[in-house]
């Protein structure tokens, strides 16, 4: 059989955990997984990320909080959630039953609010594969720094939700320039691997108002326009922390984007603004690897990990 006609494996390990390949949506960007069902079989994707759960409901910000921008979107959802508990009795079920791989995101403006949310995802069923902690939110208790921009906050959190038996994935931010020594204390913390990056600080301003123009002032920017950054803030965590699992999210819209991704150091992937334009991104990106890989002869999508990097 020529190379081009084999199947290319895509199977891929995030820390301890195995996924078939690397694609999974990025939190809050395909609601809460179940809307990707008349798509795509959900087993099929790497994993499903929920949107970020707060331990309570949360109302999240005040209206507009969307704003398309050149190669982008700015949005100031401000985390609007039902709650863990909620969640739990009535989405959880529909992601059980399609048999996806589900990573639950939490989120807290406090330390002991992570850790509450946290402690209602005990006995979690096997289909919940890890628990993803949205660190790139304000902590009221320092200066509305966020999380994941201090070495002692982002060890305090992740420590307050080590108390689970499902793997810990920390969600980081690109906005620092100390994300690689942020990486390794979140590591150190106990959490198995690092989501790399949260969306990019930005601000639209309407001319005729004279005022900003999400209800929030200021938003997250996401879609293409950042994919640069994420890649570099994937690299330079990388080159810092080779042994650290790192999943790579900002601006990957198909395979091309999705390999430089890993080439620059990511063993897994997230697909997040690609997927509102188009519902079936995710699936897109899955293929697109496996036909770049069967066309340059790459046997093992893991080969490529880091790939960019001076041996
Ligand atoms: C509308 C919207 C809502 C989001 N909500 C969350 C969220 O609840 N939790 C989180 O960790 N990230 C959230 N994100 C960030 C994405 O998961 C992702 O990190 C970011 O958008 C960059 O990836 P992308 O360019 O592929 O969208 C949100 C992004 C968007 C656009």
Known sequence: MRRSEANVDLTTAVGSVNLPNPVMTASGTAGYGSELCEYMNLEDLGAIVVKSLHADKWEGNASPRLHPTPSGMLNSVGLQGPGVKTWVEEKLPSLVKANARVVVSIWGSTVEEFAKAASLLKNMPEQVVAVEINAS???????????SHSVQAISEVVGAVNLLDKPIWAKLSPNTPELPDIAEAAHKAGA??????????????????????LGA???????????PIAVRAVYDTYEAHPDLPIIGVGGIT???????FILAGATGLQV????????RACKKVISGISNWCKKHGVERVSELIGGAHDR
Not at 254 to 260: H, V
């Open 217 to 227: 002032k200021r938003g997250g920017l996401s879609g293409p326009a950042i994919r």
């Open 192 to 213: 198995e691997a690092v989501v790399i990056a949260n969306t990019v600080l930005g601000m639209k301003i309407d001319i005729e108002t004279r005022k900003p123009i």
């Open 272 to 279: 997040g603004t690609a997927t509102f334009g188009d519902p």
């Open 254 to 260: 198909n395979a091309d984007d999705a390999l430089e």
């Open 137 to 147: 939110c304000p902590n009221l208790e320092d200066r509305r720094k966020l999380f």
